[in-house]
């Protein structure tokens, strides 16, 4: 571009006073538009060869929204999820009862008790902070919260079995979300993984041959999202508990999800508890807060008191310890459990307790509203890792757009709330059991604006 036109480039102060880009200030602040109005300029600047028209103030004010948009879809938004899938990992996984998000307002407004006993007007301990729920719930002796289950197995692995062995099942070695592998999690904590039996058949011989005077520990793992059926084997917590009384180690079972009530009340298939888990001689049992459960992102031990105090002494626990956030979210949850009725209000077993008639008019609303809408029957998914493939009977809004699936998707996506739709077979389907009912209202006006 020539140097005379250079010169001619609208001032920053023209973008600044659009209204379409002013309305980032809210979202963005000001000094952020700004600095991106300077970058769309800069561009300009350094571009040889840039047509006249591509410097224009529209054709550049079109250019700084593209930019502004794309930098608030980077901030963390909330959106609509329309997948079917009710935990979802990358959406989130499981939304907050009101009572959760009343705590973390309540209690991060102002100053707590996290590290102050009131009683004796001294330090106190966050860790004491909801282990009498965890205890009530679970049976257990005692419990510790840290951020994450990769990090409670990780501070397990470093408290009993650094520089040692630890004896797991080969076809228990599993991989998670995001790519991470326990042998990797194994590696970084400095234990030495001795594998037992074959990839499909184990049994108690293969985990005695394992043992040796440098075993730490017994590890079970839970699969997660795969499972093996067929010519299979696998020994149950039981029998690895009598073989760890004998050989004198613990017994420590990650059980991922980690349910605290039979979820065959609310039609999924029994998923193993932890109480369950510890009443059949596991000494230590890990699991997640923001699954099943059903709570904030945590990672939860439960178990032994004395294995849980050698826990709470090991430095590494100041690296992975949870927030005053975190503890008000889990705490308020977790008093949700008290009876069936409250549980409820927790908004996965919300979900799940829904009935297919309720789902059904909610549909109406839908449909009679959106001429392109029609209401079919749809699987929906728990999610969640243990349960990724355990279909709930559900809802769906169907939609098959003239100008195709994928624009249509993608449309929904781009909305200032985001809705996250599925495709099957060339439809768009919007699935309500994800949906929350405050969302209708939203979702239903914006399927009528983008499909216009």
Known sequence: MSENALRGLPAVHRFLSDPRIAAFDAVLGRERVKTAVQAVLEDVRISPGLENASASLPALSTAVLERLERERC????????????????????????????????????GYTNLEYDVLEGRRGSRYERTNALLTGLTGAAGALVVNNCAA??????????????????????????????LPDVMRRSGAVLVEAGSTNKTYIEDYER?????????????PSNYAMTGFVAHVDARALSAL???????????????????????????????????????????????????GPQAGIIAGSAALIARLRSNPLLRALRVDKLTLAALGATLQLYASPERR?????????????????????????????????????????????????????IEITPPGGARTLVERL??????????????????????????????????LRQVLE
């Not at 004198?248 to 079972?253: K, Q």
């Open 344 to 396: 409820n209000e927790i908004p996965f077993f919300a979900m799940l307790r829904t009935s297919l008639d309720d789902l059904r008019r909610r549909a109406q609303a839908y449909c009679a509203a959106v001429p392109q809408a029609a209401a079919v029957p749809s699987s929906a998914y728990a999610g969640g890792g243990t349960l990724a493939q355990c279909e709930v009977p559900s809802i769906a």
């Open 244 to 294: 760890r009384r004998r050989a004198g180690i613990p017994l420590v079972e990650d059980l991922g999800s980690g349910a605290l009530v039979d979820l065959a009340e609310y039609g999924l298939p029994h998923e193993r508890t932890v109480r369950e888990a510890l009443a059949e001689g596991v000494d230590l049992v890990t699991f997640s807060g923001d699954k099943v459960l059903g």
């Open 74 to 109: 980077e901030s963390l938004l909330p959106l609509v999820n329309a997948t079917g899938v009710l935990l979802h990992t990358n959406l989130g996984r499981a939304p907050l009862a009101p009572e959760a998000l009343d705590a973390v307002t309540r209690l991060g407004a």
């Open 413 to 446: 996506r781009k909305r200032e709330l985001p809705i996250v739709a599925r495709i099957e077979e060339g439809r768009v389907l919007l699935d309500l059991r994800t949906i929350l009912p405050h969302q209708d209202p939203f979702v239903i006006d914006a």
């Open 152 to 181: 409670a197995v990780l501070l397990v692995l470093d408290t009993f079995a650094k520089d040692r062995e630890v004896i797991v099942a080969r076809g228990e070695l599993v991989e998670i979300g995001g790519g991470f592998r």
């Open 210 to 222: 394992a043992l040796s005077p440098r075993t730490a520990l017994l590890l079970r793992t839970h």
